[in-house]
């Protein structure tokens, strides 16, 4: 028996990465996945990666999570296809790096409703299920920039409301059976850090041992560390544990 075995999970932005690490973690304890993401030929591509067992099934749609109207349709399809929804991740993300000085509207909006808005809009579809069921669970993904890191204020800005987010919905929600909290990931080795690499302009293994180097594990992270701490916060056996973000990050955060 796995550990979700009969719950119905939906991880956005989860056609790659981390993401898809988490839906695969899910699947493999016996959830029923929903793969959100923005193109739902790559989220149907990633739900049919996941692996399947009895009772199980898995979904792959298309979900703009900054729009309303997308946000309400997808959890409305997830519960009618699937039959319930029991755990949500809100994992969909974006990053518009730029100095402050050169920073658009348009980096600082697009960060903030994808990150932020796309959390609360996710979060407040799911929540009347949750809170109907008398049970749920909510894991945010934050990250080690929500303390600060060059060139990303705005994503700093989105990270850092994600921990006060889940906050609020610990004391709102806790009387209800359900469960939220964050996971601040340190560097993880994903298309969107090699595409960092590229930007500048150094090879990627590099860029990873560069990283490896300023935590005490001497590693980089990996999607399936991430997964792991989400399948703990999600599970029963976090069910003493709201409100909080863990940091995934090798220790990062202690010599920084």
Request: hydrophobic share 45%; charged share 20%.
């Amino acid at each position: 028996m796995g550990r979700f075995d009969g719950r119905i999970a939906v991880v956005t932005g989860a056609a790659r990465g981390i993401g898809l690490g988490i839906a695969h973690r899910f699947a493999g304890e016996g959830a029923s996945v929903a793969v959100l993401d923005l193109d739902e030929s790559q989220a149907s591509a990633g739900a049919a990666e996941l692996a399947t067992g009895d009772g199980q099934r898995h979904l792959g749609i298309g979900c703009d999570v900054s729009d309303r109207d997308s946000v309400e349709a997808a959890v409305d399809r997830v519960v009618g296809e699937l039959g319930a929804l029991h755990i949500l991740v809100n994992n969909a993300g974006v990053t518009r790096d730029n100095l402050l000085f050169k920073m658009t509207d348009d980096d600082w909006d697009t960060v903030i409703a994808v990150h932020l808005r796309g959390a609360f809009l996710m979060t407040r579809a799911a929540q009347k299920h949750f809170v109907e069921q008398k049970y749920g669970k909510v894991v945010c993904l934050s990250s080690v920039s929500a303390l600060g890191n060059r060139g990303q204020a705005n994503y700093a800005a989105a990270k850092m409301g994600i921990q006060g987010f889940v906050r609020t919905l610990g004391i709102e929600l806790g009387p209800f059976g359900v469960n939220a909290n964050a996971i601040a990931p340190g560097f993880i080795a994903t298309d969107m850090t090699d595409a960092t690499a590229a930007r500048v302009g150094m090879p990627v293994e590099e860029f990873r041992q560069a990283a490896a180097d300023r935590n005490p594990v001497r590693r980089v992270g990996y999607p399936e560390d991430i997964a792991a701490a989400a399948a703990f916060l999600c599970s029963d056996d976090a069910s003493y544990i709201t409100g909080q973000t863990l940091y995934v990050d090798g220790g990062a955060k202690l010599v920084s």
